[in-house]
């Protein structure tokens, strides 16, 4: 037999190329691959690579410029190394990565992944390799058919992808041209996936998607399902106690997505729901396709049903045209809405989008200032809500052993870190713990008695009360 070959892949960007590669690790399994964390000793490397915001290609090019050295060494010592760069950087690229970077055997897209051993075998024989195709078979089809190319499972929380692509068509977006259009996969075979990862030991789910609210996948009906369908469905598998899904466009919450919040208890009360601006002038102009005020409509349905949810979101600060104005309309937005996180980025012009060609450009001085701003208003929001917790007991699913011996380390439905010194046989377990100090983003607690011997209400009674009341306040207006 021969002895098993080194992959090491450096994964940048979203959830979903997380879990590209995890697919990619599955389907080089059965060619002999394992994974290894060190570059100098891999005989295949893959760069998976995110397009979404600034200069992702330069990086990608000095990342290979590094690589190059690494593959000369490794062919002085009499090894071959191979380089492959996949994601959207290779979707977006394409043959131009090949040219300028002669060091490269495979360039492969985001849709053609599961042919990863084909084109290396291309690419052993004919010197190259590339596949950028969104090609028309399914991907998903082919991945979940055989289960030697079904994603494995990993510990005790899994992404399960449910959907891929979009048609929104946001202004300042790559999405839609390097991930094609929106395609769901069939309800079967999602259910397939976690009724195997639940027996794997899974007990978390988290289904993924760049829109994945847009999900409408054929059911055993025939019929096209919902994602709260989905999510109603799955709540049924023994042995999945979480759920989650991300991430939400706000336009595609629809009223079976707030059911499945009020009838679920195993929906995870936190929603990743993108608003990116709070202006509607900007809104209009990135494509948004909603106003502020729709946003504040969609975050009182839900918590209309479920008091205890908590949000986080997605913004961009200097998109072309933005005046100050605007941007303290995003400021008023944040301040109102009270989020336990958010993720926030300087506009930057993706190539082929139509934003790129807007031209009322914002200076960087000025956007570097709004980025402090409103980083400064969420990092306080942040901060609230996770000091709220102290005190509380807050249930906890335990998913390792932490790096302290003798602790282990879980998350609560918020997904802060929560740690505790407890027996690893816990691990896979939901069980109350009483947060008594927090530590950067960390929770330190101890394990509570079970909930018949407490007084203290659970989960719910970590949203501070600020966050609860500023739903009331935005309430019809
Ligand atoms: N510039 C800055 N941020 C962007 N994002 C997407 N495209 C751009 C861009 N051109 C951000 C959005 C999106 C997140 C995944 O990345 O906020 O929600
Ligand atoms: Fe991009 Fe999200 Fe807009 Fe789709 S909805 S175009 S993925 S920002």
């Known amino acids: 037999m021969n002895p098993p070959r080194k992959l090491h892949i450096k994964s940048y960007g979203c959830q979903m190329n997380v879990y590209d590669a995890q697919r990619m690790v599955d389907t080089l399994a059965p060619e002999g691959f394992v994974e290894t964390a060190s570059v100098d000793d891999a005989d295949l490397v893959i760069l998976n690579t995110c397009h979404i915001r600034e200069k992702a290609s330069e990086k990608v090019y000095s990342e290979l410029g590094r690589l190059r050295v690494v593959k000369d060494e490794a062919a002085r010592n009499g090894r071959t190394m191979s380089i492959a760069v996949a994601g959207c950087v290779a979707q977006a690229e394409g043959q131009e990565i090949i040219r300028r970077a002669p060091v490269v055997d495979v360039v492969v897209g985001p849709q053609s992944y599961h042919h990863l051993p084909q084109l290396l075998a291309r690419a052993k024989s004919h010197g190259r390799a590339l596949e950028t195709e969104f090609p028309v078979e399914d991907k998903f089809g082919f991945l979940a058919a055989p289960s030697a190319h079904a994603i494995r499972a990993r510990g005790i929380s899994s992404f399960v992808t449910v959907q891929e692509g979009c048609d929104k068509f946001c202004t300042f977006c790559v999405v839609p041209y390097t991930r094609g259009t929106e395609v769901s996969r069939p309800v079967t075979k999602i259910v397939d996936d976690a009724r195997r990862l639940a027996d794997n030991g899974v007990r978390e789910i988290t289904l993924i998607g760049q829109n994945v609210n847009a999900y409408h996948g054929e059911g055993p009906d025939g019929r096209a399902w919902t994602l709260g369908a989905l999510l109603h469905r799955l709540a049924e598998i023994p042995g999945i106690v979480r759920l989650r899904y991300s991430t939400s466009h706000p336009r595609d919450v629809d009223d079976s997505l707030i059911a499945a919040h009020r009838d679920l208890p195993a929906l995870m009360p936190f929603v990743h729901l993108p608003v990116q601006s709070g202006s509607d002038r900007i809104l209009a102009a990135m494509n948004r396709r909603h106003t502020a005020d729709d946003y504040r409509r969609v975050i009182d349905r839900f918590r209309a049903v479920r008091?205890?949810?908590?949000?986080?979101?997605?913004?961009?600060?200097?998109?072309?045209?933005?005046?100050?104005?605007?941007?303290?309309?995003?400021?008023?937005?944040?301040?109102?809405?009270?989020?336990?996180?958010?993720?926030?980025?300087?506009?930057?012009?993706?190539?082929?989008?139509?934003?790129?060609?807007?031209?009322?450009?914002?200076?960087?001085?000025?956007?570097?200032?709004?980025?402090?701003?409103?980083?400064?208003?969420?990092?306080?929001?942040?901060?609230?809500?996770?000091?709220?917790?102290?005190?509380?007991?807050?249930?906890?699913?335990?998913?390792?052993?932490?790096?302290?011996?003798?602790?282990?380390?879980?998350?609560?439905?918020?997904?802060?870190?929560?740690?505790?010194?407890?027996?690893?046989?816990?691990?896979?377990?939901?069980?109350?713990?009483?947060?008594?100090?927090?530590?950067?983003?960390?929770?330190?607690?101890?394990?509570?008695?079970?909930?018949?011997?407490?007084?203290?209400?659970?989960?719910?009674?970590?949203?501070?009360?600020?966050?609860?009341?500023?739903?009331?306040?935005?309430?019809?207006?």
């Open 307 to 477: 008091q205890d949810i908590a949000f986080s979101s997605d913004f961009i600060v200097g998109f072309p045209g933005e005046s100050e104005e605007d941007f303290l309309a995003t400021l008023a937005l944040v301040t109102q809405i009270g989020y336990a996180g958010a993720y926030s980025f300087k506009y930057s012009p993706r190539p082929g989008t139509p934003a790129a060609d807007m031209r009322e450009m914002v200076a960087a001085t000025d956007m570097d200032e709004r980025l402090v701003r409103l980083q400064e208003l969420i990092d306080s929001q942040q901060s609230a809500f996770n000091r709220a917790a102290i005190g509380n007991t807050v249930d906890v699913l335990f998913e390792r052993s932490a790096r302290n011996p003798g602790q282990i380390v879980g998350r609560t439905a918020y997904l802060q870190p929560a740690h505790v010194m407890a027996s690893p046989e816990l691990i896979g377990q939901v069980l109350p713990v009483k947060i008594e100090s927090l530590e950067r983003y960390s929770l330190l607690g101890r394990l509570a008695p079970p909930p018949e011997a407490r007084s203290v209400p659970p989960v719910s009674a970590m949203t501070p009360a600020h966050l609860v009341a500023s739903s009331q306040t935005t309430m019809g207006a």
